[in-house]
C-alpha cells in the first residue's frame, strides 16, 4: 500500500517519518525492495488467477447439466478475461512501461488481482446465489 503525504513543514516531515519507523517497529515489517514488493505483488496476483479458476471450474461443474448456460457462462468468460487484458494494458501501456519505472509489475499486479478479485465475487452467484425474490436474478436463480 502507498501513502500520500503532502508535507508543509520540515518538523511535520521528522513526526511522519519516526511515525512511520515506530508503526514498522511495532508491527515487525521488515524492509524490502522493490524487486521483492514486485514479486510478493504478482504472486498475489497468480494464487488470485488460481482461485478465479477454481470459482469457474465448480460453476461450470455445479450447472454441467445446462448446456446453455455453459456455452454463454464460457462466452463471457471469455470476453471477460479479455476486458481484463485489455483494460490492465490501457492502464499500464506496454509501450510506456519505461516511464512507470521500477514500480509498475507492483502496481499492474495489484490492478489486475483487484479486478480477479471482482470477478471472483460475480462467479460465486452462480454458486451461492442471489437473496430470495430479486425478481432479476437472472440465470443465478436457476
Known amino acids: 500500500n502507498a501513502f500520500l503525504l503532502i508535507i508543509e513543514d520540515g518538523m511535520d516531515n521528522l513526526r511522519i517519518l519516526l511515525g512511520i519507523s515506530l508503526a514498522l517497529l511495532c508491527f515487525n515489517v521488515k524492509a524490502q525492495t522493490q524487486f521483492e514488493l514486485n514479486q510478493s505483488a504478482c504472486n498475489r496476483l497468480k494464487q488470485t488467477d488460481t482461485q478465479l479458476n477454481k470459482v469457474y471450474q ?10 446453455l448456460f455453459i456455452r454463454y457462462f464460457k462466452e463471457a468468460q471469455r470476453k471477460w478475461i479479455a476486458f481484463r487484458d485489455a483494460y ?3 492502464m499500464y501501456i506496454p509501450e510506456y ?4 519505472g521500477s514500480i509498475r509489475p507492483m502496481c499492474q499486479c ?8 471482482e470477478r471472483i465475487k460475480q462467479l460465486k452467484v452462480w454458486i451461492d446465489g442471489v437473496a430470495e425474490g430479486d425478481s432479476c436474478m437472472g440465470s443465478t436463480g436457476n
Request: cysteine-free.
Open 58 to 67: 465448480n460453476v461450470l461443474t455445479v450447472h454441467a447439466g445446462d448446456k
Open 88 to 90: 490492465a494494458d490501457s
Open 97 to 100: 512501461y519505461k516511464n512507470y
Open 110 to 117: 495489484d490492478f489486475i488481482e483487484h479486478l480477479t478479485n
